[in-house]
């Protein structure tokens, strides 16, 4: 029932003593490899080779997406790229992605984090895994690819979409694990029952389901629809990619891999920690990572931390599902969106001021936006086609730069309502 | 400098021929098009002639008024998206095959038609349809060489 046994149960002090352990030597690795961080453990007055306890890693300051993608590309890498075997890339607030880089033993970490994962979901090496999950920079997909290979199941590296494919290959490969986004999950529900297919008749038992949140609510429906147990896992690129935490069979939570990561909640106004209990962002630093080492980072996503005995036997701190964020990001359709990228989009198009409002919808289960752009008399013609051009030229502009198409809709001037201060940029009418 | 004047008569005896079209964006909800005619009746603004293109999003609603300058400013002030462009108002024959004939001609010259629509009203014997074309002197011209008449903006407005 576990992976790596003597890490997963290891006593609350021994844990702590590798962790500080560990602590000391990224913070080393960063002072001697990264200048962003080493100014910033010199101006806290740390030397890495004083590090007592894990307290003193408070006094260095939160690391913000900003800080990566100031030093974009490779800026934070704590490798020389002959050590360095993968990159990924997740989009960032502007034009730029976030760039984050794997060495081999990177790479073999993350492959035994998700093979825990594997296992806390019961998962056996007779399993085979059918991976949803987009493949590419994102790291979704090569994620658990790599990981189902490490844990030895069957990987079917299908990808997301084409759905019609996904059921046939479901049905004559017989996956007995899903792993995929939960919306997509509920997708394939769907076209399965419309497809007249029984679900009883395929051999999926288990869903490994991430990168966006999802409620109790949407578990029920998954496992009643697709016949299975569905499990939660959590993860950013920032910091790993999937497996940065998972649920056990107790489903009370998600295991976070701490002989892996130091996780702690801090309030969202002061960015003080917060005891366990409480909820605040959720902000982790990585203990083993060689080329993209990470001190402090603020995922911006909320969450409260649970140190209690779990009945799995783990000893790891468990971290609640994530509810919702502190920055204005949303996760469509697994895609991190950013209404500032929306901006630069429409500032591109010569819109000197735009407004507009992103509308995320939930059909059936997949999400659906709409971007609400008022027209102007710059954009405005007396020609039909002018006007439907413009559309899809905005549509291809944001699918390029986002990765997800999107409906733009043209808006009446002055019909977006406006607030004092910031202007409203989201309507999010999704119930998950 | 004969040459040149000549060109300037021409020039303002082309631009007399264009009728200013008043070009609105219009959402597809209830109650826009109602808002647009309210704010001309108010001005004392009298609509010639009308048509919409929709989409299942939008429409544009374009207008030929007896004042587009004031129906500009008054449509801009209460808060709508207008423009304004240069159209021609051509006299079609009352007859089978009337616009068939001004097609003809303007297709001789490869002259694209955006769109066109009737008038709300007619003069004698002849129907008036408004033209939006990409090359709007090239059609004023080949029209008038073929003796098709052509109404003027101040003709149009007071119709």
Known sequence: MYWQEEYETMTRDKLEELQLQRLQQTLQRVYDNVPFYRQSLDEAGISPGDVKSLADLQKMPITVKKDLRDNYPFGLFAAPMEKVVRVHASSGTTGKPIVVGYTKNDINNWADLVSRAIRMTGGTNKDIVQVGFGYGLFTGGLGLHFGTEHFGATVVPISGGNTARQLM???????????????????????????????????????????????????????????????????LSEVLGPGVSAECSEKKGLHIFEDHFIAEIVDPETGKPLPYGQPGELVITSLTKEAFPIIRYNTRDISVLNVEPCGCGRTHVRMQRVTGRTDDMLIIRGVNVFPSQIES???????????????????????????????????????????????????????SVLGISARIKFVEPRTIPRSEGKAKRVVDKREI | ??????????????????????????????????????????????????????????????????????????????????????????????????????????????????????????????????????????????????NVNILGGNQVYTL
């Open chain 1, 169 to 235: 290959l479901m049905q004559d490969f017989g996956a007995t694990i899903l792993a995929c986004t939960p919306s997509y999950a509920l997708y394939l529900a769907e076209e399965i029952q419309n497809a007249g297919i029984d679900p009883q008749s395929l051999n999926l038992k288990i869903g490994i389901f991430g990168a966006e949140p999802w409620s109790e609510r949407m578990r029920d429906q998954l496992e009643s629809k697709l016949n299975i147990k569905a499990f939660d896992i959590y993860g």
């Open chain 1, 345 to 399: 989009v429409l500032l591109e198009f010569g819109d000197a001021e735009p407004h507009y409002l992103l509308v995320v919808d939930r059909k059936g289960s997949l999400d659906n936006l709409e971007i609400w752009v008022e027209l102007n008399e710059r954009f405005f013609s007396d020609k039909v086609r002018a006007l439907e051009d413009l559309e899809n030229k905005m549509r291809a502009r944001i699918l």
């Open chain 2, 1 to 146: 400098m004969r040459t040149s004047k000549t060109i300037e008569g021409l020039v303002e005896g082309e631009n007399r021929m264009k009728v200013k079209q008043i070009s609105v964006f219009l959402e597809n909800k209830s109650g826009r098009l109602a808002q647009v005619t309210q704010v001309l009746g108010q001005q004392n603004i009298n609509i010639r002639a009308l048509s919409i293109a929709d989409t299942t999003d939008f429409g544009i609603l374009r207008l030929i008024v007896n004042d587009p300058d004031s129906a500009y400013q008054a449509l801009k002030e209460a808060g709508f998206t207008v423009s304004t462009t240069d159209v021609i108002a051509v006299e079609v024959g009352d007859e089978p095959g009337g616009l068939a004939r001004v097609l003809e001609l303007l297709q001789q010259k490869s002259i694209n038609i955006e769109y066109l629509y009737a008038f709300l009203q007619k003069a004698a014997n002849a129907a008036l349809v408004v033209f939006r074309v990409e090359q709007i002197d090239e059609a004023i011209d080949v029209l008038q060489k073929n």
